[in-house]
C-alpha cells in the first residue's frame, strides 16, 4: 500500500501565499468534494456502535488503520488522546444520545505529549498575562496514560456503558496497535 501524503511540498516553497492560505486551499477541496457529494442517507448514529479517542497527531489515519469508514464510529480527537472533561462529555453524548457501547482509546509513539510538561501553561501565562484554565495532560509514558485514560472512562458516572474500554499504543513506524493491559 502507498501512502500519499501532502507533506511533500517541495522544499523553499511556502505552503500559503499572502493572498492564498491553507485554508483557502481546504476551501477549495471542499468545493471539489462537494461537487461530487451525495448525501449518503446515514444517522449520526455510527454503525459499529464505538467511539474512538485518539491523539490528533497527523501521522496517524485514524480510519485507515482501524479499517473504519465513513458512519463507523465516532471520532474524538485531541492533544495525547487523553481523557479530560470535554472527552468525557463527548463520550456521555456519544452513549446516551447516539447509542454508542464500546470505547477505544489510542495514544501514539513518539508523542509530542511525552516531551512537555504542565510547566507549558505557566510559560503561556508569563507570555499572554494569563493562565489557560484547562490541563496540558503532558505525559512520560504512553502506557501508563492509556491506563488511566481506561480508568477515567471506567469510572465516570456518566456513562452508561463501561465494560467494552480497550487501550492501545499505535506504533508511527510500523501501524501496528499494542493493546495496553489496564492492570
Known amino acids: 500500500m502507498v501512502m500519499t501524503t501532502s507533506a511533500s511540498v517541495p522544499a523553499g516553497s511556502d ?24 448525501d449518503p442517507g446515514m444517522d449520526a448514529r455510527p454503525v459499529q456502535r464505538v467511539a474512538v479517542v485518539a491523539c490528533m497527531d497527523a501521522r496517524i489515519d485514524l480510519h485507515a488503520a482501524l479499517g473504519l469508514k465513513l458512519g463507523d464510529c465516532h471520532t474524538i480527537r485531541n492533544a495525547g488522546g487523553v481523557v479530560t472533561d470535554d472527552v468525557i462529555r463527548s463520550l456521555t453524548i456519544s452513549q446516551r444520545a447516539l447509542g454508542t457501547r ?4 489510542i495514544h501514539h509513539t513518539n508523542c509530542g505529549m511525552e516531551s512537555i510538561t ?3 501553561r505557566h510559560d503561556l501565562e508569563l507570555e499572554v498575562g494569563q493562565r489557560p484554565v484547562w490541563a496540558v495532560e503532558a505525559f512520560r509514558d504512553a502506557d501508563q496514560d492509556v491506563r488511566q485514560s481506561i480508568e477515567r472512562v471506567r469510572t465516570s458516572p456518566f456513562l ?3 465494560d467494552d474500554v480497550r487501550g492501545f499504543v499505535f506504533d508511527v513506524k510500523t501501524g501496528l496497535l499494542r493493546e495496553v493491559d489496564p492492570a
Do not use: I
Open 102 to 105: 464500546s470505547v477505544a482509546l
Open 160 to 162: 452508561l456503558h463501561t
Open 118 to 120: 504542565e510547566d507549558f
Open 15 to 38: 505552503s500559503a501565499t499572502a493572498d492564498h492560505t491553507v485554508t483557502d486551499r481546504l476551501v477549495e477541496a471542499n468545493e471539489r468534494y462537494a461537487s461530487a457529494f451525495s
